[in-house]
């Protein structure tokens, strides 16, 4: 009979964001009965492995996994916004993305998916890379239909994040010579595009940094919201494009065109020193007048991911689907629908493109438009 492999317990407490004195208090156990649970001192009897499995929403073969889960280290990831995150966060964020590799690969055992196309520009200015990444990508000056689209053609696996990871804006990381970002679908559609365009320029930017475990500090981040903001609003594109007047009315013709949200593009004119001091201070006071820092007016629809589509309206035709994917990878079916688009809320406690993706073995060739 197999045994139950400890850290498996340690992992799924840490993605459902249960302390060890929580968990404990809800199995009816001592403390020091669930520290020996995790570190392998002793084992819970069969009732009590069903009572973790239902409480951390995991099946019970989960807990009986013999290989280790991928781990993620803090100096490898790129995250928005680090200094508001707890460390239980932290550790619940780099738990789902444990998780999404397992998904990947699996995805990847099935499908021959594209490689990375990413150039490192490190040496390169936030607006001169941008500017850069866009002519070896060949987008010229024109507006980026869908970001998630992009960035999967381009090789970078996108992943979504669940509702108990809400706090996080985005990360992005490289996992065995793969570039992940995973984004929140909580946020507005623009201010996920901005994410996916930010996480962007910490892989081409911050290659060394992420890949070599330096510090990650505010410059770099200024930095990649100054690559996103050139990235999606290219500065020749801006200036060939200016309002007779700097309103609202007028301002919100150009956030459909460039797919961003209102604060944004009036920030892209103010750094560009396209509009004066006071009229951006003028406008900046209007948007916050009107709510619309915290509700984006005329929202855009929301991005979703090409790839991950593809992928299970072909499992779908052979009638597979999230499930099949869930139990070959003894996991619940929620928390594969949370990493793939699929809002869920899981059991916590409070706290113009192309790419083309080809499927292995026997199953039919995949087209993204």
């Known amino acids: ?42 084992y819970p009897d069969p009732a009590t492995l069903e009572k973790i499995a239902r409480l951390l929403n995991f099946p019970p073969q ?20 680090l200094s508001k995150m707890t460390d239980a966060l932290k550790a619940c964020t780099f738990a789902a993305g444990a998780i999404a590799f397992r998904v990947n690969h699996w995805i990847e055992e099935r499908f021959s998916l594209p490689s990375a196309q990413l150039p490192d520009l490190s040496d390169l200015g936030p607006e001169e890379a941008a ?3 866009r002519r070896v990508w060949g987008l010229g ?50 201010r996920s595009r901005f994410d996916a365009a930010h996480e962007l320029g910490h892989l081409v930017r ?19 919201d100054a690559f996103a903001s050139a990235f999606l609003m290219p500065r020749e594109s801006v200036a060939a494009n200016q309002p007779p007047t700097y309103t609202i009315k007028h301002l919100m013709k150009l956030k459909h065109y460039f797919g961003v949200s209102l604060a944004a593009m009036a920030y892209r004119f103010n750094s560009l020193d396209l509009i ?4 951006y201070r003028s406008l900046c006071i209007d948007i916050a007048k009107r709510g619309y ?38 996991l619940s079916v929620d928390e594969v629908n949370a990493l793939t688009f699929q809002l869920t809320k899981l059991s916590v406690v409070s706290g113009g493109l192309t790419g083309g993706y080809i499927i292995k073995k026997d199953l039919a060739k995949l087209r993204l438009v």
């Not at 989960?62 to 916004?81: A, G, H, N, Q």
């Not at 689209?149 to 065995?176: M, N, P, Q």
């Not at 911050?206 to 990649?224: I, S, W």
């Not at 004066?276 to 009229?279: A, D, K, V």
Request: with cysteine; charged share 30%.
């Open 276 to 279: 004066s001091e006071w009229n």
């Open 131 to 133: 500017a850069t990444l």
């Open 293 to 330: 820092r915290t509700n984006e007016p005329e929202p855009m629809e929301r991005e979703t991911s090409q790839l991950l589509t593809k992928v299970l309206d072909v499992l779908h035709s052979r009638k597979q689907g999230r499930r099949e994917i869930a139990e070959s990878l003894s």
């Open 206 to 224: 911050d290659v060394y940094t992420m890949q070599h475990g330096k510090a990650h500090g505010p410059e770099m981040e200024r930095q990649a």
């Open 1 to 42: 009979m197999p045994e139950i492999n400890p850290k498996q317990i340690t992992f799924a407490r840490v993605r459902r964001r249960f302390t060890k004195a929580q968990l404990a208090k809800a199995l009816d156990v001592t403390s020091r009965s669930l520290q020996n649970y995790e570190t392998g001192a002793s």
């Open 62 to 81: 989960f807990f009986y996994i013999d290989e280790d889960m991928p781990e993620l280290r803090e100096d490898s990831v790129s995250f928005r916004k």
């Open 141 to 190: 000056n024109a507006p980026i239909p869908n970001m998630i689209h992009l960035l999967e053609a381009k090789g970078i696996r996108v992943f979504s994040l669940a509702e108990e990871t809400r706090e996080v804006d985005a990360f992005c990381t490289w996992y065995e010579g793969k570039p992940f970002v995973f984004l929140n679908t909580i946020k507005s559609a623009e």
